[in-house]
């Protein structure tokens, strides 16, 4: 080979060399960085037991003008209605599903009824669009006779199930944790 040649494959060589140093560099900053302040959008087809839709809440300061004025005419005050709160299981039953890492989403709770999916599809109980490392559509629990089954659905990194991954159908119990990417659930 030529001198010309040789060089030309040092200077190749070389510029893949620091692509692959930049992309790793990336990857790093990438993981570093502080997540987006991204809200869980509850479920949206999500009802309470009673059937009826869940309530959209307003705070008094952000109801219009007139609203707030009626009331006041009528000298009726509506005592201000706090959004319901998922319940613990009882009876060594599972009762909601807790968020306990990442920070940003850290108490985050979705009450155990009907089925519940998680992934980044905006449909999906548990909304998390910024986890790389979660699917479209990860996994659901639904009612299996009464008790709640963790299935996973074909993600890409697998859903973990205290620890072991998740193959088939798994029966989920108070303190059980599913770990999705980097988020931790806590079934209570």
């Keep these: 080979m030529t001198d010309q040649i040789l060089n030309i494959l040092k200077f190749a ?5 620091y692509l692959f140093f930049a992309r790793v560099l990336w990857a790093v900053w990438s993981e570093v960085r502080t997540p ?12 309470r037991r009673d059937g009826a839709p869940p309530a959209q809440q307003q705070p008094a300061q952000q109801q219009p003008a007139q ?3 009626g009331q006041q005419r009528s000298g009726q005050q509506r005592p201000a ?3 319901r709160k998922a ?10 599903l807790v968020i306990l890492e990442p920070r ?12 519940i999916t998680l992934g980044r599809d905006p449909s999906c109980s548990f909304a998390i669009d ?11 629990i639904y009612d299996y006779e009464g008790q709640p089954m963790l299935e996973d659905l074909g993600s890409t990194n697998g859903t973990f199930h205290n620890g072991n991954k998740v193959v088939g159908a798994k029966l989920l119990h108070p303190g059980d944790r ?3 990417g980097t988020t931790v659930i806590e079934a209570q």
């Design 13 to 17: 060589l070389l510029g893949l060399l």
């Design 36 to 47: 987006k302040q991204h809200a869980i959008q509850a479920a949206p087809a999500q009802q």
């Design 178 to 180: 599913i770990q999705v």
């Design 130 to 140: 910024d986890d790389s490392f979660i699917s479209q559509l990860h996994f659901r």
């Design 81 to 83: 209605q706090k959004p």
């Design 67 to 69: 609203q707030r004025s």
């Design 104 to 115: 940003a989403r850290r108490g985050t709770a979705v009450a155990m009824h009907g089925e």
């Design 87 to 96: 319940q613990k299981g009882r009876s060594g039953r599972v009762g909601r």
